[in-house]
């Protein structure tokens, strides 16, 4: 495998993978979030022999293998192309954000298996050079319905299934999420890539965000969908149960494994992929939450791997304080930080167990806030030797306290003791 190594700062891939302080990150962009088995093996055993073993499940539900050097990459992209893991050059990657349902075709109750859709999503971006003028973080939601839709993901296209083989298409645009029409499924990826190439048209930033209104009535008129005939929020099923054994009522199962600050090492990640293969299953799905998912034939193997699952320390249970809280990798990581940011937000999440604070945390190691874009009940934003702390807000908000590390046992605990009474 030859070619340049583009190394930027920013909107990592695995053609352009991204510096870190650890060294390079190169993210790995699955296939409609699905990997083989075989691949995920590979993926493990490729994050210990080209990089430093830590590998992060991201919020777009990608992977990505930490410090790679100049050195590795090479051999790495030879290992993710066997695996049909690697696209032909960074742009056309940049531009293959297509996020679908973690349970696609495992949950009986979903409207429709939207794979099939995503492939071909993928492969009308990959033959389309139009869209390589897309921004890197355009992104593409498509929804089956069922029990974990994927209501919190930001995009800048939606296809949601909507019954009958229609997809409803609609775009997060100037007002937020605005449904233009509907489509039979068959035609569902060519009007996403006439859409997208319209949002770039007409949007100064080439985000739908950022159309102006009547940009948005003009699209619409342009596409021509057919008028939705029915409202999409009531096929979704909100607050499914994301973790430990989900039981659907055909009798099958899939179990869902949360990934700790949604980082794994290549040894877990290597035995899981042994358990999974001992118990005869073929494909591991990611989620935008952090959250692995098996689909499991009977209960036996779910409970089989839920206790392996238990004792390797993934998040198996919806309650756990870890799922409230995010945080980035911080110090021996990344440069931009000396503190120690995901061990502080563990003694945080015992502290929450024990105090009954049942809000948010985000623990940031500096103000750019890579964890987590959303509001938290609770941030602390690395500054220096310190953090401040901000309340219900993001790390662009002004702080209403401080926190000495040194000082998490006593003056975090009076802390989330003081917040409690708003979240409990
Ligand atoms: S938030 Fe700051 S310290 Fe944390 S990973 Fe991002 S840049 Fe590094």
Redesign the pocket.
């Given at each position: 495998m030859t070619g340049s190594v583009a190394i930027k700062g920013w909107c990592p891939g695995a053609r352009r993978p991204m510096q870190?302080?650890d060294g390079l990150v190169v993210r790995v962009r699955p296939h409609a979030g699905s990997v083989p088995l075989g691949a995920l093996a590979a993926l493990a055993d490729a994050a210990a022999r080209f990089g430093n073993g830590q590998i992060d499940l991201t919020r777009r539900a990608n992977l990505q293998l930490r410090g790679v050097t100049a050195e590795t990459l090479a051999p790495l992209w030879s290992v993710l192309a066997s695996l049909d893991l690697l696209d032909d050059d960074a742009e056309g990657e940049a531009i293959r954000n297509v996020a679908v349902n973690p349970l696609a075709g495992l949950d009986p109750t979903e409207i429709l298996d939207m794979r099939p859709l995503a492939r071909a999503l993928e492969r009308r971006l990959a033959a389309d050079a139009g869209v390589r003028r897309l921004p890197g973080k355009f992104g593409f939601l498509l929804d089956g319905g069922g029990r974990l839709p994927l209501l919190q993901l930001e995009a800048d296209i939606h296809l949601v299934a909507c019954g009958d083989a229609s997809i409803a298409i609609g775009l997060d645009g100037p007002d937020g999420l605005e449904w233009l029409g509907a489509t039979a499924a068959a035609d569902a990826d060519a009007i996403a890539v006439r859409l997208a190439l319209a949002i770039l048209k007409q949007s100064p930033t080439g985000r739908a965000r950022a159309l102006p209104s009547e940009a948005v009535a003009v699209i619409r008129a342009e596409l021509g969908l057919r008028p939705l005939d029915r409202s999409i929020a009531n096929v979704r099923q909100v607050g499914s149960q994301a973790r430990g054994l989900i039981a659907f009522a055909n009798g099958t199962y899939a179990v869902g494994l949360g990934a700790v600050f949604g980082r794994l090492d290549s040894e877990v990640t290597s035995e899981l992929a042994g358990e999974l293969a001992r118990l005869g299953i073929a494909e591991l799905r990611l989620s935008p939450w952090r959250t692995f998912y098996a689909g499991i034939v009977n209960r036996a193997d779910g409970e089989h791997l839920l206790a392996f699952a238990r004792g390797s320390g993934f998040i198996v249970d919806d309650a756990d304080p870890l799922t409230r809280i995010d945080a980035?990798?911080?110090v021996g990581?990344?440069?931009?930080?000396t503190?120690a940011?995901r061990q502080h937000a563990r003694v945080l999440a015992d502290m929450a167990e024990r105090t009954g604070f049942s809000g948010t945390l985000h623990v940031?190691?500096?103000?750019?806030?890579?964890?987590r874009s959303a509001l938290a009940d609770l941030v602390f934003i690395?500054d220096g030797d310190h953090y401040r702390v901000v309340r219900q807000g993001t790390?662009k908000d002004g702080a209403f306290a401080e926190l000495d590390p040194a000082q998490i046992a006593t003056a975090g605990h009076a802390l989330l003791m003081q917040e409690k009474g708003a979240h409990v």
């Open positions: 870190s302080g980035c990798s911080g990581c990344c440069s931009s930080t503190l940011t940031s190691g500096c103000a750019k806030g890579c964890a690395g790390v």
